[in-house]
């Protein structure tokens, strides 16, 4: 009998989950300082690990990313006008570094 060569690189498609992991890109100084070393900052679902992020962004913008790093900012207490206190909402954020020769266009997948 002859044995089947079987082919093992699977094809990820972007599903409907996918799209609930990665909520935002990240707008600020540090995320340009990021993105001059070919890299791209996101807000995530908060349950979302690294290799849901590495999946989703390879699903949604056709780049295999090359690290992912993740950070949970707490939220801060914040006083207003001096009487009650709030707290803001906790953002986890990915840090997702990009192989040298991708380039990312944001404002194509939205």
Excluded: C, H, W
């Excluded at 609930?20 to 900052?41: M, Q, T, W, Y």
């Excluded at 207490?77 to 380039?103: C, E, I, N």
């Amino acid at each position: 009998m002859a044995e089947k060569k079987v082919n093992t690189e699977k094809k990820i498609v972007a599903t409907a989950g996918t799209y609930g992991i990665l909520r935002r890109p990240i707008i600020s100084e540090k995320a340009a300082k990021v993105s001059e070393s070919n890299g791209i900052v996101f807000e995530v679902a908060a349950n979302a690990t690294k290799e849901d992020v590495a999946r989703a962004v390879q699903a949604i913008y056709n780049v295999k990313p090359t690290k992912v790093n993740i950070v949970v900012v707490k939220g801060k207490v914040k006083t207003f006008r001096g009487r009650s206190t709030g707290t803001q909402r906790t953002v986890k954020k990915a840090y997702v570094s990009l192989p040298a020769d991708a380039t990312l266009d944001l404002s194509a997948n939205v």
